[in-house]
């Protein structure tokens, strides 16, 4: 659950930054609210997750934020019929 905090002035942290329980979740809401993500928040994901980590959920972050810009700028409708229907996925359907 995401709530806009204030901080105390000691910590020196901006009142803008996201308490999440969900580091990709305060991650994801920063990247579209604010355009990118805190100092803060990219130090915690670094740590938690390596460079390597935190590289590929910034890049899907980006993905599918861009992604839904781009379906609404466009004004793409939304699919409302089942495109599948009952067929199964080729992939159930492999012999190992």
Same mark, same amino acid.
Not at 26 to 47: I, N, Q, Y
Not at 55 to 78: C, D, E
Not at 81 to 87: A, E, F, L
């Given at each position: 659950?995401?709530?806009?905090?204030?901080?105390?002035?000691?910590?020196? %942290?901006?009142?803008?930054?996201?308490?999440?329980?969900?580091?990709?979740?305060?991650?994801?809401?920063?990247?579209?609210?604010?355009?990118?993500?805190?100092?803060?928040?990219l130090s915690t994901m670094l740590d938690s997750s390596g460079p390597v980590? +935190? %590289?590929?959920?910034?890049? +899907?972050?980006?993905w599918f934020s861009m992604l839904s810009l781009f379906l609404n700028a466009?004004?793409? $409708?939304?699919?409302?019929?089942?495109?599948?229907?009952? /067929?199964?996925? $080729?992939?159930?359907? /492999?012999?190992?």
């Amino acid at each position: 659950m995401f709530h806009l905090g204030a901080y105390p002035s000691s910590s020196g %942290r901006p009142a803008y930054e996201i308490y999440s329980e969900d580091l990709s979740q305060r991650a994801s809401w920063l990247a579209d609210a604010l355009g990118g993500l805190t100092d803060h928040t990219l130090s915690t994901m670094l740590d938690s997750s390596g460079p390597v980590l +935190t %590289r590929k959920y910034a890049v +899907t972050i980006a993905w599918f934020s861009m992604l839904s810009l781009f379906l609404n700028a466009t004004r793409t $409708p939304l699919e409302t019929t089942d495109k599948i229907g009952s /067929r199964t996925s $080729p992939l159930a359907n /492999r012999s190992s």
